[in-house]
């Protein structure tokens, strides 16, 4: 059996949460459905809540905590990210709260997980890059630009969860009002097809096997757009590294 899985429950401004098994150990990156949607999710990976080690935060927005409340109230998960983000969340223990201060590592048995800064419009923002046994695996949504922190941390890593949110076209003559697009492609904002495209050739240059499109806004994307801009460019540089999309309510292999 494959010992390390990782699959998105939920992705997109409707909520992510991503589940990670490293040999027996399972965390969860973030949890922005409900608990039950996390636990019925589970089940068909042939997993339950109860046997989920941690959940590591990375930023206050909702579509990332929304499940954190019940989580924490009935499963008594143990939760991770910075001060901020944590305090952010209503309605949880204290005693369960782990501060970080980004950049950050927690080790946790033969599971190491290191945090980043990522640039995004939040109290605290970060991303992660969990170690297992020789190989890196990184998780980088809700980026307003790539940038220095983003490229050291990820650079190497086997398989990444990487953004890819809006079509600039699609954001520039849809129908949000402009002071929401103006956010969305600011420098705190989103990132979009075109510079995930070029951050996933140079992901692929850096030795990274797999890729997960993620957060892809529902308005201003398609899973097509997203796909072939990057795939154009993976083509582009002969990189042959296994691309897909994560789906918004569905589970996604990493
Ligand atoms: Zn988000
Ligand atoms: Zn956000």
Aim: with cysteine; charged share 20%; hydrophobic share 40%.
């Amino acid at each position: 059996m494959n010992t390390v899985s990782i699959y998105t429950l939920a992705s997109g401004s409707s909520g992510n949460c991503t589940w990670a098994r490293f040999g027996s150990f399972e965390i969860l990156i973030d949890a922005g459905i409900s608990r039950r949607e996390i636990g019925r999710k589970l089940s068909l990976l042939g997993s339950d809540l109860s046997r989920i080690s941690a959940i590591f935060v990375t930023h206050e927005h909702s579509d990332h905590i929304k499940g954190i409340p019940m989580l924490a109230k009935y499963d008594k998960i143990p939760i991770y990210g910075a001060r901020l983000s944590l305090h952010a969340i209503k309605g949880v223990d204290d005693s369960l709260l782990h501060f970080m201060h980004h950049p950050d590592t927690v080790t946790l048995g033969d599971l190491t997980v290191s945090s980043f800064v990522t640039p995004h419009d939040a109290l605290a923002s970060c991303g992660y890059v969990m170690a297992y046994r020789g190989e890196r695996y990184g998780y980088a949504t809700d980026l307003g630009r790539p940038t220095d922190h983003l490229v050291d941390a990820l650079a190497g890593c086997k398989a990444v969860i990487l953004e890819a949110n809006y079509d600039s076209a699609m954001l520039k003559y849809g129908s949000y009002p402009y002071p929401l697009k103006q956010r969305i492609r600011g420098p705190l904002g989103h990132l979009d097809n075109e510079v995930a495209a070029k951050f996933a050739a140079f992901l692929g240059k850096s030795g990274t096997e797999r890729i997960l499109l993620a957060h892809l806004s529902e308005e201003n994307n398609t899973p097509e757009k997203a796909f072939c801009a990057v795939s154009e460019v993976l083509q582009k540089e002969e990189l042959s590294l296994s691309l897909a999309v994560a789906a918004r309510h569905e589970i996604s292999k990493l």
